[in-house]
Every structure is written in C-alpha cells, then in structure tokens.
C-alpha cells in the first residue's frame, strides 16, 4: 500500500483562510508537477482525496485536470492543517489500498513523520508548497507499531518537478 501526500500549490495570502484560492504561480506549481510524480501517482489510486479547504480543492483539480484524469474528487475529512495527525494515521494505517490526499502544513509533515517513526516529528521534514512524497507500508500496524511500518520513497519539492 501506498501512500502519497501532495501538500497544496501557492495560494493567495489573507483572511478568510478557509476560502483562499491558487496564485497564478500556485496554478503553474501543479502544472509542472503533474506529468511527473502527479501521474505517476494517479496510476494507483481509485480517487484524488483532499482538505475542504480552497486551496486543497483547487490543487487537487488542476493535478487532475493538467493529467486529463477521470478519478473522482473527494472530500477526506481530517486534512485540515489544524487537525491531529494521528486519526488520518491510523485511517492509512489500516488502509488496504493506495491512496492520494492533498492537504496542508503543518499536517502532512506530522503525518510523514508519524508514519516513518521520526522522533522530531513534522520538524524533521521541509514539506514545501506543491511538493509531493510517496510513502510506502511494510508492515502492517501492531501493538508496537500502530501505524505499521513505513519507507519514504522518494519526496519531490516543487522547483524539481520541472
């Protein structure tokens, strides 16, 4: 099972968050990143799940979009930048098929670094703006492992995926 986390394009600065949509740099991010990791990555999943939040919403159009997918768009509650890590950990955890979010900072690092055992948590990893990494389960999770265990297989920053 694989996992691949897609941290949401540049987006316009100021309130209200919730509603704030791509800078035209942000459109060009998930441009470039699509016929690389992005359709690599639609290869293997059954849907593009995302944050309700614009921004995610937007990204994860334009990824499909820019890779003339058919996958379907879904909501995945529990990707706001402000939500506790560990309840989407333990969704993947127990996940038997691979999977495709969008989401936010300081989210998605703390998500990694739960998942790959990383003592400083989301510190310990520069999750930039329409980067994207590929997360993969070798084992299942246990009373020592909740969430399994995982192996980074490759993290992509955004000024690579041109």
């Known amino acids: 099972m694989r996992l691949f986390l897609l941290r949401h394009a540049e987006a316009v600065p100021?309130?209200?968050?919730?509603?704030?949509?791509?800078?035209?740099?942000?459109?060009?991010?998930v441009a470039q990143l699509a016929?690389?990791?992005?359709?690599?990555?639609?290869?293997e999943v059954d849907a593009i799940e995302h944050s309700p939040?614009?921004?995610a919403v937007r990204t994860a159009q334009l990824l499909r979009l820019a890779?003339?997918?058919?996958?379907?768009l879904k909501?995945?509650?529990g990707l706001e930048p402000e939500m506790d890590p560990r309840k989407l950990a333990a969704l993947v955890a127990k996940s038997r098929r691979s999977r495709l979010v969008?989401?936010?900072?300081?989210?998605?690092?703390?998500l990694a670094a739960l998942l790959l055992g990383l003592p400083d948590g989301g510190e310990a990893i520069r999750f930039r703006k329409a980067g994207m990494m590929a997360l993969e389960r070798r084992a299942k999770p246990d009373r020592a492992r909740p969430y399994g265990a995982w192996s980074l297989l490759w993290m992509v920053p955004p000024d690579l995926a041109k």
Do not use: F
């Open 67 to 72: 890779t003339r997918s058919s996958l379907p």
């Open 75 to 77: 909501v995945l509650p």
């Open 14 to 29: 100021g309130p209200p968050d919730a509603s704030r949509d791509l800078t035209p740099h942000g459109q060009r991010q």
């Open 53 to 55: 939040l614009v921004r």
């Open 35 to 43: 016929p690389g990791p992005g359709l690599a990555a639609l290869g």
């Open 102 to 110: 969008v989401g936010h900072n300081p989210h998605l690092a703390s």
